[in-house]
């Protein structure tokens, strides 16, 4: 099946620096990838989905100008957490999607997800 | 708006057991249906994936239905192994947006 890498799988900083996490194909191109948050025990909620090569379009009540997402590439996309607060302590998972027209199953791939705690 | 929920929400039962997770939907307009499992603070393994056109798939042990007139799937796992513990999430999958279900925590022991 098509892989899906993230890193790094889990990263410790102090309040108000800023942290970014990549999610990478890596064995396909991707022109949409999706960001989801996971608080423990609750299930996945999306952040937004990220386009490759125009802005990403975030889901409501997701700050735009905190969690920067940038798809630079068909095999790249980047969330950046910035001036990190210990609210923004979370799983933050990323998907992507072998998506094409002549090949659409539709199927998601996931990372490993990210660990992010601010002290 | 999508709402999905799975039932129960946590089930622990003996190694060997017949089991079935069940997800309901409230809007049948989906383009497909999948199952994932996802480990303690782990990402998520995709287990089954079902076409809007589909009724079921099977994979091993594992069968999954769907039935979009009563906004009902159901993941049936055959001969439950205590290596099947894990977290089971459903998603349903409009245009491009994926909405996950609330999860069924299941635990199987030896």
């Known amino acids: 099946g098509a892989v899906v890498s993230q890193h790094p799988s889990w990263v410790i900083c102090k309040s108000g620096t800023s942290v970014k996490i990549e999610c990478r194909s890596l064995d396909f191109q991707a022109t949409t990838m999706f960001w989801y948050r996971q608080f423990p025990k609750q299930s996945l909620m999306l952040m937004a989905t990220s386009n490759e090569g125009s802005k990403a379009t975030y889901e409501q009540g997701v700050e735009k100008d905190k969690f920067l997402i940038n798809h630079a590439s068909l095999t790249l996309s980047t969330l950046t957490v910035t001036s990190a607060h210990p609210e923004d302590s979370s799983f933050y998972i990323c998907?992507?999607?072998?998506?094409?027209?002549?090949?659409?199953?539709?199927?998601?791939?996931f990372g490993e997800g990210s660990r992010l705690t601010v002290l | 708006k999508q709402e999905v929920t799975q039932i129960p929400a946590a089930l622990s039962v003996p190694e060997g057991e017949n089991l079935v997770l069940n997800c309901s939907f409230t809007?049948?307009?989906?383009?497909?249906l999948q199952w994932f499992r996802q480990d303690p603070g782990k990402g998520l393994t995709s287990l089954l994936l079902i076409q809007s056109s589909q009724r079921e798939q099977t994979s091993g042990r594992l069968n999954a239905s769907l039935d979009k007139s009563s906004g009902r799937s159901t993941l049936y796992i055959a001969a439950s192994q205590p290596g099947d513990s894990a977290t089971y999430l459903c998603?349903?999958?409009?245009?491009?947006?994926?909405?996950f279900g609330t999860g069924t925590r299941l635990l199987v022991s030896p």
């Open positions: 998603a349903l999958q409009g245009f491009q947006k994926l909405v």
């Open positions: 998907s992507a999607s072998p998506w094409t027209s002549s090949t659409n199953t539709g199927e998601l791939f």
């Open positions: 809007d049948s307009a989906i383009y497909n």
